[in-house]
């Protein structure tokens, strides 16, 4: 089974910008998860997607928004982008998204935002 | 609040067994412990998981006290690939992963 991937993995742009990341689950999952990694927060939840639906939001900005089409794939979305956004966003499938033993979260690879 | 504590980093002689602690003295007794991986710049790596009972699988072993209040992930012959940070995680909210610091191992020739 392929893996979680993203896309672009990595990415430049400049302030006041806005961006688009895209996150591919693994097949049959229906639950994707964003964060953010950054060197002085470290890894913090921005939101998960389920069935289409936002399911459970982090505490950031409403600059930062998502989507979750009927095919599962998710996109992110930054707005006005602001130097402190420059980090590493990391997506995240499961199958139903929940605390079962069964459900267990596999990482994609990354899309690394510089923000100039 | 991630709920657990882990040391910042640790070493490890490569081929010897890597014994990563973690205490997560708060935890629920519906909590799973996680744990994951990361090597430098790449995307966390789901390792194994416990509730309750030992775990192995073909990375590591989770050993989980009986009290539940700490655990130990076992990687039994260590390599230089090995060297990542690793997090311990028992607060989950369903696809939310509360991560903490986590533990620097360096494993060294």
């Known amino acids: 089974k392929a893996g979680v991937t993203q896309t672009p993995r990595y990415l430049i742009k400049t302030r006041g910008q806005q961006v688009t990341l895209s996150c591919s689950p693994i097949s049959g999952h229906r639950s994707v998860s964003w964060y953010q990694q950054t060197p002085g927060q470290g890894l913090q939840f921005l939101f998960e997607y389920f069935s289409e639906t936002q399911r459970n939001k982090g505490n950031f900005p409403g600059r930062f928004s998502g989507r979750q089409f009927s095919n599962s794939r998710s996109e992110m979305n930054v707005s006005t982008l602001e130097l402190g956004d420059s980090a590493l966003y990391l997506c995240?499938?499961?199958?139903?998204?929940?605390?079962?033993?069964?459900?267990?979260?596999?990482f994609g690879p990354g899309t690394r935002l510089t923000v100039l | 609040d991630a709920k657990t504590t882990q040391p910042t980093s640790m070493d490890c002689a490569e081929g010897r067994a890597a014994n990563l602690p973690c205490n997560h003295s708060?935890?629920?007794?519906?909590?799973?412990v996680y744990w994951y991986r990361q090597i430098h710049s790449q995307g966390p790596q789901y390792i194994i998981h416990g509730l309750k009972n030992n775990e192995t699988n073909e990375m590591a072993s989770l050993i989980i006290t009986e009290d539940r209040k700490s655990s130990t992930l076992i990687l039994p012959h260590a390599t230089l690939r090995d060297t990542a940070v690793y997090y311990c995680?028992?607060?989950?909210?369903?696809?939310?992963?509360?991560f903490g610091q986590g533990t620097e191992l360096s494993v060294k020739p």
């Open positions: 995240a499938s499961s199958s139903t998204g929940t605390s079962r033993s069964t459900d267990t979260q596999y």
């Open positions: 708060t935890i629920s007794g519906n909590e799973y």
């Open positions: 995680i028992v607060s989950r909210q369903g696809g939310k992963l509360i």
